[in-house]
């Protein structure tokens, strides 16, 4: 049986309440790169001014100990996603960022480097969201058109970022997320949807998931109740769907 490499940091949010850009998850990302990595490929995609975006990025991996290069500098993207020590994948619009995976043929070169190479890849948000299966569970609006709504696939289900809660005594008649996540599941052969508040992460290495941070996550499956979960949980049963 071939060993997976795969080393994954699923980030639900880059910046929480009372705090700065991924001030939140700072130790978790320093204790996933580790001594090893000394630069950090970002991929800004997910929003329009991706020079403001890289120097956001950049500042903040800079007083983490790492230099970072943004692949919307390179002259060939795919280059420089083979020639990467880890890749970070930033939030935004979802469908704008996943239109530009494919748009620069950087899909098949990031699941190599995941897969093969085994580096470690961060998402935050929408690069969290393009990390799964499908878009299908995002909470963007589709302001553009990617070739296709299948993602990177780095893992066989799906995430639902900045989870909210239905709101108790709430006079919006609106469905809620849980609703519309119970929608996503009435189609058939649609995977578990992992549906992460602000303020967690899920940590892949390997064939092991587990949840880190300070709110807990609802996982729904299709034809089950959503069951709730708090940090600790091993969620590794996950990357055993089909």
């Known amino acids: ?50 020079d403001a975006y890289a120097k956001t990025a950049r500042e903040k991996f800079e007083s983490l100990g790492y230099s ?16 990467s020590e880890a890749i970070f994948i930033g939030g935004g619009n979802t469908f704008r960022l996943l239109k ?36 299908h569970t995002t909470n963007d609006m589709p302001i553009v058109y990617p070739p296709s709504l299948q993602a990177l696939g780095l893992v066989p289900f799906n995430i639902n970022p900045h989870y909210l809660d239905p709101i108790v005594n709430s006079k919006h008649m609106g469905e809620t997320r849980e609703q519309r996540l119970s929608q996503y599941h009435e189609e058939p052969d649609t995977p578990p949807v992992l549906a992460l508040r602000e303020g967690c992460l899920l940590l892949v290495d390997g064939e092991k998931a587990t949840l880190l941070g300070i709110t807990g996550a609802r996982l729904f499956v299709r034809g089950s109740a959503p069951k709730e979960h708090e940090p600790g949980q091993d969620f590794s049963f996950l990357l055993c769907q089909s």
Request: net charge neutral.
């Open 100 to 135: 530009a995976l494919y748009d620069n043929g950087l899909i098949p070169a990031i699941r190599k480097k995941v897969f093969e190479d085994g580096i470690p890849y961060i998402g935050s948000s929408a690069g969290t969201n393009v990390a799964t299966v499908s878009i």
């Open 68 to 83: 970072l290069d943004s692949v919307h500098e390179a002259s060939n993207p795919v280059d420089a996603v083979n020639n």
């Open 1 to 50: 049986m071939m060993t997976i490499k795969r080393r994954l940091l699923l980030i639900s949010n880059s910046t929480l309440h009372g705090g700065g850009y991924l001030e939140h998850c700072q130790e978790q990302i320093r204790n996933f790169l580790g001594e090893q990595v000394k630069r950090v490929l970002f991929v800004p995609y997910a929003l329009h001014n991706r």
